[in-house]
């Protein structure tokens, strides 16, 4: 008798121990007869080994009640019979592993009345619609519709850990899987500049990310904190964010995120005027982003990597006025930043635009800032991206108000600024 590999595969799904397998089994026989029971982590194991082809009816029923499906189906026998082929993976369960982010909206919930555990498959399938969301803020920029998509993902994994029974390990999953999609939630709002929502986010995510025990989740929390503090301009607030990311373990263990938090003290540093700290922070962060090396991370932190640090490097430039170092940083991130982040694109071109206006080139940057709504194609620019074009404007029409490329923009913008 080998292996029994369908037992193995459910207790990895479930994502619990042989240990606590045997208590909830002991849970299920004490509410049934009144007496903990006799199963222990060996009873278990000489399952999983094949030892034992066919358990006692109590701790049989135990199983049944904790995976909630006969016994048979986790790969046991009954006495006097020959075992079964394996049987080929149920068609609903094959159809909602590979089904997309909104076939998954459709089926966790449906599933919930009918499991009564929830494993690690859940949170991989909870969890799925995460990198289309991220890929949507990368291409478009943050808006109504996404931020009520993240919302709703973060509450299936909310309702999958209150509803179903899982194990610790589980549970903290779920949770961080909720954090994730509510931070998502919280920079589409930062992104388009809604920043009250934002906020009332970004505190639950902080709740969510404690729960789960996740210091990365944590991380991005102080993050968007970060650069929530200098949207608002409260940069004491933002810098304190900042370095309580250059805090994290996280950052202790992979040199990119390390790089991505002393950016962030750089900017924030910046508006506050203090230029040494400032340039020093961003030398870090280059420093820190040359140690880096591949491995997985979360899909949101997808767009840092050298073209971003050159944007930040940009903003910290323009931020102590010197516009021809942030000019020049502005094109390296434009010649090195990948095609999906069109957004980011817009943002670095807006800036560019920002930079060359503050050197007198009032025609070029004129042109420039024309690209940036070319580059979005017709879609609503970002809140972000229209609040850059807007420090642009003023700029422009303080420098040189009655040129034709001015006057040419101005009709530009207006138009766009004037859409619904």
Not at 35 to 48: K, L, P, S
Not at 196 to 218: E, F
Not at 259 to 272: K, Y
Request: glycine content about 8%.
């Amino acid at each position: 008798m080998g292996d029994n590999i369908a037992l193995r595969q459910a207790i990895a799904e479930l994502g619990i121990s042989h240990a606590e397998l045997a208590h909830r089994i002991n849970e299920h026989t004490e509410s049934v007869s009144g007496q903990y029971g006799t199963c222990n982590e060996r009873t278990v194991h000489n399952w999983v080994a094949g030892k034992t082809g066919w358990p006692n009816a109590k701790q049989r029923a135990g199983l049944e009640a904790v995976f909630d499906c006969p016994a048979e189906q986790l790969g046991f026998t009954p006495r006097g019979q020959r075992p079964a082929s394996p049987p080929e993976e149920p068609v609903r369960r094959r159809t909602f592993i590979t089904a997309g982010p909104p076939a998954v909206a459709a089926v966790v919930a449906p599933m919930l009345a009918s499991r009564r555990t929830v494993g690690l498959a859940d949170v991989e399938r909870a969890n799925a619609g995460l990198q289309t969301l991220d890929a949507l803020d990368d291409h478009q920029g943050g808006h109504v519709a996404l931020e009520r998509a993240a919302l709703a993902g973060a509450q299936q994994a909310i309702d999958l850990q209150q509803n179903g029974t899982a194990s610790e390990r589980v549970r903290q999953r779920l949770f961080g899987v909720a954090a994730a999609y509510t931070a998502t939630a919280a920079w589409s709002c930062i992104d388009s500049r809604a920043f009250d929502q934002a906020r009332q986010h970004l505190d639950r995510c902080a709740t969510l990310a404690g729960l789960a025990r996740d210091s990365t989740a944590q991380l991005r929390v102080w993050n968007s904190i970060a650069i929530l503090g200098n949207s608002q301009k409260r940069y004491g607030d933002a810098v304190a964010a900042a370095r309580a990311a250059q805090a994290s373990r996280t950052t202790r263990r992979d040199p990119l995120f390390a790089s991505l938090a002393h950016a962030r003290v750089a900017v924030s540093l910046a508006n506050l005027g203090d230029r040494q700290a400032a340039l020093r922070s961003i030398g870090f962060a280059g420093e820190a982003l040359e140690r880096t090396t591949d491995q997985p991370r979360p899909s949101w932190v997808a767009f840092y990597g050298p073209a971003e640090l050159h944007v930040l490097t940009a903003i910290v430039y323009e931020r102590l006025g010197n516009a021809e170092q942030a000019e020049g940083a502005s094109h390296r991130a434009l010649g090195t930043l990948p095609e999906q982040f069109r957004r980011n694109r817009a943002l670095a071109t807006a800036r560019l635009a920002l930079a060359q206006v503050r050197q007198g080139d009032a025609a070029l940057a004129a042109h420039t800032a024309t690209s940036v709504i070319d580059l979005m194609g017709g879609a609503a620019l970002s809140g972000r991206v229209r609040t850059a074009l807007g420090d642009f404007h003023r700029e422009l029409l303080t420098l040189s108000a009655t040129t034709p490329s001015a006057r040419e923009w101005a009709d530009r913008f207006r138009n766009e600024w004037n859409r619904p």
